[in-house]
């Protein structure tokens, strides 16, 4: 079972891992920010001084540091 597993996330066409994470993960904040942990995430919203963070769940700390961050562009 194990071993199935890892190699589900080997390429299946050839057996390679997976490529690294491109230029675009880093620039687009979805995808930055879905890349990152919740205490990564609450560490932004903290450097952010975003209100109330610590309490909110992944789902809606996501949403409010996307509106704050497309705000600041």
Do not use: C, D, H, I
Request: hydrophobic share 40%; charged share 25%.
């Amino acid at each position: 079972m194990t071993k199935r597993f890892l190699l589900e996330l080997l390429n299946p066409q050839n057996g390679e891992p997976l490529p690294a994470t491109s230029a675009a993960w880093r620039r687009v904040p979805e995808l930055l920010l879905a890349s990152m942990s919740l205490v990564q995430l609450r560490q932004l919203a903290q450097g952010l001084r975003l209100r109330g963070y610590a309490g909110m769940g992944r789902e809606r700390l996501n949403n409010k540091l996307l509106k704050r961050l497309k705000r600041r562009r």
